[in-house]
Structure formats: structure tokens, C-alpha cells
């Protein structure tokens, strides 16, 4: 398979590090021109020259949709997640995590969609997550609005049937970013050498794993990267997993 993005302009929401970095790097590859996001200039130039893209200053959160005139990809990407005990989630931060999680992509999707449509073509994703239909006891809050996404996604793939722009949402896993070393060492002891800490770690906290490895970055980026590709057109309204068959079902 070719996967060729060129002439095709995207835009991945929190891009400067980890997933938003890998995909960012994907769709360079295959030819699109990128728009590296985050609020930190120095770290969007930075991570915008390392991927050979364009560096898109803005704090999606509080909205950013005159950050770019027009993109054929959107990948919504950013996210937050922290872990709170559930009955100590205040109003507040129900709020919070929707704005943040939910309501700045739907907002993206609000600035651009009509354009793709016009254009006839264009591409919308949204990166999910296993929270989004295991729902974490630890992390309520997260698992809502990720659920949320995946209902978005699929209402928005509806307004946009018939006009050769696809929606959809990527379930990704426990994945392999920055921080993640530490958190895992912190579980299984700091002795082991990486490789045999991440084993133990899937063994013993993450069972469910059928890889029983964390995910690369760029595993989830091949997945949005063929999504964003005209190869995908007939995959719309869809949750794909790459979740290292984490989720204990056949359908998302
Ligand atoms: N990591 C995992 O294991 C995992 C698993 C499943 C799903 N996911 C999902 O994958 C996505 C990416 O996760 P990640 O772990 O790769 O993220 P991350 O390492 O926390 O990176 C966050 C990125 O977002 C940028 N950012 C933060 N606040 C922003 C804002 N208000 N506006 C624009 N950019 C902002 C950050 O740059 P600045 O600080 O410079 O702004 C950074 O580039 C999230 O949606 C997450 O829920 C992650």
C-alpha cells in the first residue's frame, strides 16, 4: 500500500510530545503538511522542525479556531488524564475534563468540517482511548469524556455522510510515552532494567494486554495515518482499536 498525503494540509492538536508527536511524524511522512500544535512556542517550533512541519501556537482549550485558515486532516489528539478517587471528582472538574477533552474537539470539528465538506474531501479523528469502554474506577471523569468522543465521532461521520469526508475515533492503549518509564518502575521496583519492568508491569497490572507490551507511539500513528489516507474512504463512523487487544471484546 502508497499512503501518499501530498497537497493535503493537517492540523494534530497537542503535538509536541508523545501520540500527537507520533502521528504529527506519520502524516509528514506520508507527505501532508502538519501543523505542530501546542501552547509552548519554544517546544511547538521545536517539535514542529523535528517533524519538518508548521508550528500552530494555541491553546485548544480555549479555543484556537483561528489558529489555521483551513485543513484537510483534523486529528484531535490532546487530551488530559489524571487519576482521582471517584467520589472526590468536584463539579469542577467534571467540567473541566469535558471542556478540555470533549468540547475543544468539538469545537475544531465546528471550525473545519464545513470546509472539508465544501471541498469534498477530508478527514476527522478523534484519539480515543480503552477508558472510553472500560471506564477506569481511578479515573471516572477521563473515561467520560473519552466515551463522549466516541458519540461525537460517530454523530459528526452522520452530518457528514455522502460528502467524502470521514469521521472516526482511534481507541488507543496503554501507550509507550514520556513519564510512562517512571510511573512503571514506581509499580515494579526501580531495579529491573526497562524490558523486564514493562513485563512485569503488563503482567501484573495490566493482565488484559494480549500483547503484554506497551503500545509505540507510532503503532497508534500507522493507524491514524491510513485513516487519513485516501486508502480509508469507505471507513467512516468507526472506532478502531489500537489497543494491543487490551479491551476484552470483539467490537469496540
Ligand atoms: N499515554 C497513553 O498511554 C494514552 C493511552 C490512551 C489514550 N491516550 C490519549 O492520547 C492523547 C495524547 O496523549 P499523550 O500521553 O501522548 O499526551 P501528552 O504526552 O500529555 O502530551 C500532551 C500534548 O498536548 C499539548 N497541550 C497541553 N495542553 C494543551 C492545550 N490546552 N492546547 C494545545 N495543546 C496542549 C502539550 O504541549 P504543551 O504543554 O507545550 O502545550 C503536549 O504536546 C490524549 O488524548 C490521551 O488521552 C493516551
Redesign the pocket.
Known sequence: MNIDLTGRTALV?????????AIATGLARAGARVGV????AE??EKAAAEVGGFPVV?????G?DEALPDVDILIN?????ESRPALEITDEEWRRYFD??VL?AVRLTRAYLPGMMTRGWGRVQY?????AVTTPSEMIH?GMS?TALLAVSRGFAKEAAGTGVTVNSVI????H??G?EEFVHSLVGRDLPWEEAQREFMRLHRPHSLIQRLIE?EEIANMVTYLASPLASATTGGALRVDGGYVDAILP
Open positions: 492538536t497537542g503535538s509536541t510530545q508523545g501520540i500527537g508527536l500544535n501546542g501552547r509552548n517546544r511547538v494555541a491553546d485548544v482549550v480555549a484556537a489528539n490532546f487530551g488530559i488524564f478540555a477533552n475543544s484519539i480515543a482511548s480503552d477508558s477521563y473519552k488507543a492503549g496503554p501507550t510515552t514520556g510512562v507511539p
